[in-house]
């Protein structure tokens, strides 16, 4: 009898063991694998041990550019304000969005759109400015005036005698650097803008939350006539754009439909194939929109990868329930220190060593750790300079910035309205 009661109890105990573990899942289909944000940023293109970020070409052609998802209501209202300025009501105009929402594309989109109707000149900020004397050259550069005028009001005159011209002027919040000297570049880009609307329709790219620190610091939405206000995908432009992006990641989508009728001649318009065939990523552009939240960039990588870990060639072999996930819990375990820096740095597009101190007034060495530190929780890339630590660049992982930017909001440090 009492040999019965111990294996009873032994047999209790093992159960009650089974119970309290965390599952174990063990079919394929319902597992779900998550990566870290430290191999998310591992897998950006090494050179040794030191990423090197891509640059942004500086021109625009239409061999690379690819006409924006769901922003037909965007275009309109530019063409609208074009047409305004055409008609001699003049005023200035913005495109405002998020990190990585297509900002720049719809604005190389305005440039073709107009390229064989008005003479358009395009300006980038992306390499951010050092210097408020670097940041009105290049200015000056745009309209071809190679001597530096002897002040801004003649600066004003040689732009105002130039024939009319759209300017487009992107990544206009890499001004927003909180350096000695740099607010004077704003403002005097600021006034040059205000004095030549008339004469010139001048169309500025910033960024969502850069935009809504210059409304809060400076009132700037008091000079602009127009604002077309974009964001990330909605779940139907997410699954249009990663239907456009099948062909790259060399996956098949063909599939054969049954017909009403036994004729084999018989084929199914085009229409109706196409529509099947989009329908094999419905599920997982679902599952993607959930993950990162309409971050185009974000959902491409993740089905990617989801792609090479399941070694599948066909999109009907792809398993909505085994798409890789996000593990951002290094994110949620940040301290304040490092999430205002975080925040600068997302505001400005990247910084250096260099900026870091100065916007904190901290020594070069502290900032230095708090950005390798940063850095090897895989929230930044880096681009080293051999010469001079101080300019080793920092920026956050572009995949990730929809994640980064929401975080930083939830914990009040970036401007939402």
């Known amino acids: 009898m009492a040999f019965s009661f111990n294996n009873l109890l032994a047999r209790w105990q093992s159960l009650i063991s089974k119970l309290t573990q965390p599952p174990q899942v063990n079919d394929d289909d319902n597992q779900i694998d998550q990566l870290s944000l430290k191999a998310i940023a591992q897998t950006y293109r090494q050179h040794g041990q030191r990423a090197q970020l891509q640059a942004v070409s500086a021109s625009v052609t239409s061999e690379h550019v690819m006409m924006p998802i769901g922003r037909e209501d965007a275009l309109e209202d530019i063409q609208r304000a074009i047409s305004q300025w055409q008609n001699n009501v003049g005023e200035l105009n913005a495109i405002v969005g998020p990190f990585a929402s297509g900002l720049s594309t719809l604005m190389q989109a305005v440039y073709l759109q107009n390229q064989n109707n008005h003479t358009l000149l395009w300006l980038s900020f992306y390499h951010a400015p050092l210097s408020s004397k670097e940041a009105i050259n290049q200015l000056y550069a745009c309209f071809g005036i190679n001597d530096e005028p002897s002040s801004i009001t003649e600066a004003i005159r040689l732009i105002n005698a130039q024939p009319r011209q759209i300017i487009l002027i992107d990544d206009i919040h890499k001004l927003m650097l909180r350096r000695m000297g740099n607010y004077q570049a704003l403002v005097t880009i600021a006034t040059i803008l205000m004095e030549t609307r008339q004469q010139h329709c001048w169309i500025i790219g910033c960024e969502k939350y850069v935009w809504q620190r210059l409304r809060s610091q400076y009132q700037i939405t008091h000079f602009f006539k127009t604002v077309v206000h974009i964001d990330h995908f909605s779940a139907t432009e997410l699954q249009q754009f990663l239907w456009s992006q099948l062909p790259c990641l060399n996956i098949a989508t063909d599939i054969e439909i049954e017909t009403e009728t036994e004729v084999e001649t018989d084929t199914p ?81 990247g910084l250096t060593v260099e900026n870091l101190s100065h916007i904190f007034n901290i020594s070069m060495e502290k900032s230095s750790l708090t950005l390798e530190f940063l850095s090897r929780q895989g929230l930044l890339i880096t681009q080293y300079c051999d010469s001079d630590f101080g300019r080793h660049f920092y920026q956050i992982t572009p995949v990730i910035s929809n994640l980064v930017a929401l975080h930083l909001v939830n914990h009040n440090k970036l401007f939402s309205v």
Do not use: C, R, W
């Open 269 to 349: 318009p085009p229409e109706q194939i196409a529509l099947a065939q989009q329908a094999l990523l419905e599920p997982h552009a679902k599952v993607l929109m959930q993950t990162s939240l309409g971050h185009p960039k974000l959902a491409l990588f993740l089905l990617k990868q989801s792609i090479l870990a399941q070694q599948v060639n066909h999109l009907s072999k792809l398993s909505s329930k085994t798409l890789l996930n996000l593990d951002a819990s290094t994110l949620y375990q940040l301290d304040e220190e490092s999430l205002f820096a975080l925040a600068e740095i997302y505001v400005h597009g």
